[in-house]
């Protein structure tokens, strides 16, 4: 029986400690965050024009072509062998160096093909010329001949051809086989 009594007095104290607080003064505050909430209602004309434009600009570059290009044929039934053209450089622009030039040229039919610079011209190098005379450079004022070989070209083909300087922006063009291949072909 003692024992119980000393459990029910265990049990009061405890209880009663846990209902009282010691400390009445302190305060805790309650945090309240105001949100505040904007509704905006628009109408959107059903016909909605912009004169906005985006354009991608790509640098100017410096090489320019002069006058036609030319596709000629060593054997007109199998095709344009050869391609030649002039090149100067666009005003203002300064001199570049041709050994450094690299030339890319494809068709539909054939996988691009790096040409560089050699004193020989063939299907995987072009040649530079002033004249008569082999040239290195590209100066204010000069008109060089660029030649080079390509596997034969069929009529109506379609010949992607890219002048790649060291520096500055490449000058890419498109330019088609005529219907009937000649020895000599302007190519348009």
């Known amino acids: 029986m003692k024992f119980l009594l000393f459990v029910f007095l265990l049990v009061a104290v405890v209880i009663t400690a846990g209902c009282v607080n010691q400390n009445t003064n302190v305060v805790i505050p309650t945090q309240t965050t105001m949100v505040p909430t904007i509704t905006v ?16 600009t790509e640098p100017v570059a410096n090489i320019r072509i002069i006058g036609n290009v030319y596709g000629l044929a060593s054997d007109p039934s199998a095709g344009i062998d050869e391609i ?10 300064p001199a570049i160096d041709l050994t450094k030039l690299q030339i890319v ?5 054939t996988l691009p093909v790096p040409l560089i610079y050699a004193t020989r011209a063939s299907t ?8 008569t005379t082999k040239v290195t450079s590209l100066n204010p ?10 596997t034969p070209v ?8 890219e002048l790649k300087p060291s520096v500055g922006a ?19």
């Open 141 to 150: 004022g000069d008109q060089v001949l660029v030649t080079f070989f390509v």
């Open 105 to 109: 040229f494809s068709t539909p039919n």
């Open 124 to 131: 995987s190098f072009f040649t530079t010329k002033n004249s």
């Open 84 to 93: 030649t053209f002039t090149i100067g450089l666009a005003s203002g622009a």
């Open 170 to 188: 490449k000058l890419p063009f498109t330019k088609t086989a005529p219907a009937k291949i000649a020895a000599t072909n302007v190519l348009y």
């Open 154 to 161: 069929s009529a109506n083909t379609k010949m992607d051809i």
């Open 41 to 56: 209602t628009t109408t959107v004309p059903s016909t909605v024009t912009s004169s906005v434009q985006t354009q991608k």
